[in-house]
């Protein structure tokens, strides 16, 4: 869910100065798995955000991907590489 107000701005991904680790605001997990993820509880002061709004940006700012909300969009991409691939399109 992207957050709009202060100091998330309406970015996508989500840096954790704290932990050094950034967040996709769009997969975050529901609440059940919001224990891994911790999405929900960055401090305000420990926002970090990123110009341009990327994973290569975050990387290289040098936050570790999330792996409770990152993977998510990386898995669905592979999917689709693999089923592309795979030649099942007539
Ligand atoms: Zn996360």
């Given at each position: 869910?992207?957050?709009?107000?202060?100091?998330?701005?309406?970015?996508?991904?989500?840096?954790?100065?704290?932990?050094?680790?950034?967040?996709?605001?769009?997969?975050?997990?529901?609440?059940?798995?919001?224990?891994?993820?911790?999405?929900?509880?960055?401090?305000?002061?420990?926002?970090?955000?990123?110009?341009?709004?990327s994973?290569?940006?975050?990387?290289?700012q040098?936050?570790?991907?999330?792996?409770?909300?990152?993977?998510?969009?990386?898995?669905?991409?592979?999917?689709?590489v693999?089923?592309?691939?795979?030649?099942?399109?007539?």
């Amino acid at each position: 869910m992207i957050r709009f107000h202060t100091p998330f701005d309406g970015k996508r991904f989500i840096g954790d100065k704290q932990k050094q680790v950034f967040h996709d605001s769009y997969y975050e997990p529901g609440p059940a798995r919001l224990g891994g993820c911790q999405i929900n509880h960055v401090a305000p002061e420990d926002v970090r955000i990123f110009d341009p709004d990327s994973p290569a940006e975050a990387i290289e700012q040098g936050f570790a991907p999330c792996p409770e909300c990152l993977w998510i969009e990386q898995g669905l991409h592979e999917l689709g590489v693999r089923a592309r691939a795979s030649g099942r399109a007539s």
